[in-house]
């Protein structure tokens, strides 16, 4: 669904207009980031939360020259979806390799 689908859905679906749904998930984004620059993390309920997590510095290489470079720490922000969510999209014991776990046979 893209931006405008779901604006649309939710101003139908509550009898609100555009503007007051687009206003309501600007809100919710704003919170979310102020929340988890003070917090580390924002709870978002039956869908899951954004946390932050502390990356290490590492190594890599170049793949164009092969040459080992240097990867500094960064801060970065995950989802992580709620166990009621993933649970209602995948059912437990779902393999998406299929029933031989996708070994080859």
């Not at 998930?25 to 709870?43: H, I, M, P, T």
């Not at 890599?60 to 080992?68: I, Q």
């Amino acid at each position: 669904m893209t931006q405008s689908e779901v604006i649309n859905h939710f101003a139908e679906k509550f009898g609100l207009k555009r503007a007051q749904v687009k206003e309501f998930f600007d809100e919710v984004a704003d919170l979310a980031q102020r929340e988890v620059r003070a917090n580390g993390e924002f709870v978002l309920p039956g869908f899951g939360k954004l946390v932050l997590s502390q990356r290490k510095a590492r190594e890599g290489r170049n793949p164009a020259t092969g040459e080992t470079i240097q990867i500094p720490a960064k801060t970065t922000l995950k989802f992580r979806v709620g166990k009621g969510m993933k649970d209602s999209v995948v059912p437990k014991g779902f393999n998406p390799r299929g029933p031989g776990g996708g070994e080859d046979e």
